[in-house]
């Protein structure tokens, strides 16, 4: 009280008071340092129950203040609503028949790679994807034979799609997803073979505890780590950002994640690889840098057919080096 009377009564300059430079606001940790150093020097202080236990936050109306995706998660709980029990329903009423997918499945965002495979009349439907949202193509590539689907995009999008393709026979699950670049690695169109995604997206804390990244499966990593330097086109290793709002994009957050080393801006690969953590599948995920988020005129070139045949090779050498790895798949002739 005396501070504030003497700051409404007296000048700087009669007080002796200088002012200092406002500082950064993002740098402020609101006395926490100097509270711990305190709190160091004295245990009892630790020993008060108010000070040990840790409590959640509340508003002043005495709500939660944790955001409620955080609220009321048990990741080692089951789910009351399973894919396998969806996929029976829709069976059931589509009249689709039993049968199982191929092994190695491909995600396809975009729907470019599934638009060139049908106009050379190189996929067909598969006649077992029970799915209510989405259709699968079979196709054969490189002497493997894949099952890919389009348009799924967007985290929930993609998991639940990822969820339902492992519960109907697939064992393996590359994604390739148009992205923004961020950091200039190359001059766009390029590939990155994602190591770990920013979790700025929504699926993925209801799969695993929260954290910055999802990562890869580190076996993965191993089998497809400097792989693809005989491809003609450029695949690097390395971050993406994760976003469940691509027109919120800002420049802070742009410029956040430029900080921090991430290549691109994509919206599956982190809650694709959480799920893949949480469920024990094997789940790869690459980043297609196409565009420079509209800011240049011709952006989102792809290159030729929309990018699909540079993805192709992607896609044909991952499916080999994880058979090999595995030795668990068929090889059969290129039609």
Request: glycine share 6%; hydrophobic share 40%.
């Amino acid at each position: 009280m005396l501070r504030n009377s003497a700051k409404a009564n007296w000048t700087l300059e009669e007080l002796g008071w200088s002012i200092h430079p406002p500082g950064d606001m993002n740098q402020w940790d609101g006395k926490l340092a100097w509270c711990m150093e305190f709190a160091k020097k004295d245990e009892e202080i630790i020993k008060d129950k108010h000070v040990s236990e840790p409590r959640t936050l509340q508003m002043t109306d005495g709500s939660d203040k944790t955001s409620p995706i955080l609220r009321h998660k048990d990741y080692d709980q089951q789910s009351v609503f399973v894919p396998e029990n969806l996929l029976r329903e829709a069976r059931r009423q589509k009249a689709t028949r039993d049968g199982d997918v191929p092994s190695i499945c491909v995600l396809d965002p975009d729907g470019d790679i599934v638009r060139h495979l049908l106009a050379e009349n190189k996929a067909k439907l598969n006649p077992y994807w029970a799915c209510y949202h989405t259709q699968m193509y079979n196709f054969r590539h490189g002497g493997v034979e894949f099952g890919i689907i389009g348009c799924a995009v967007g985290s929930s999008f993609a998991v639940l799609v990822a969820e339902e393709l492992f519960a109907s026979g697939c064992q393996f699950l590359i994604s390739v997803t148009s992205s923004g670049q961020i950091l200039p690695k190359g001059k766009p169109p390029f590939f990155v073979l994602i190591e770990r995604a920013l979790r700025d997206e929504g699926t993925s804390y209801h799969y695993l505890s929260p954290s910055d990244y999802s990562h890869i499966d580190e076996s993965l990593l191993n089998i497809l780590s400097g792989a693809f330097v005989s491809l003609t086109v450029p695949v690097y290793q390395g971050s993406t950002w994760t976003t469940d709002a691509p027109f919120r994009e800002t420049l802070q957050a742009v410029e956040h994640a430029r900080a921090a080393g991430i290549l691109a801006v994509e919206m599956e690969a982190a809650a694709l690889y959480a799920f893949a953590r949480a469920r024990h599948k094997s789940v790869v995920c690459f980043a297609h840098v196409t565009n420079q988020m509209g800011n240049i005129d011709g952006d989102f070139e792809k290159g030729e057919s929309s990018g699909s045949r540079d993805a192709m090779q992607v896609i044909s050498l991952t499916a080999k080096l994880w058979c090999a790895a595995k030795a668990q798949c068929v090889l059969v002739e290129t039609v």
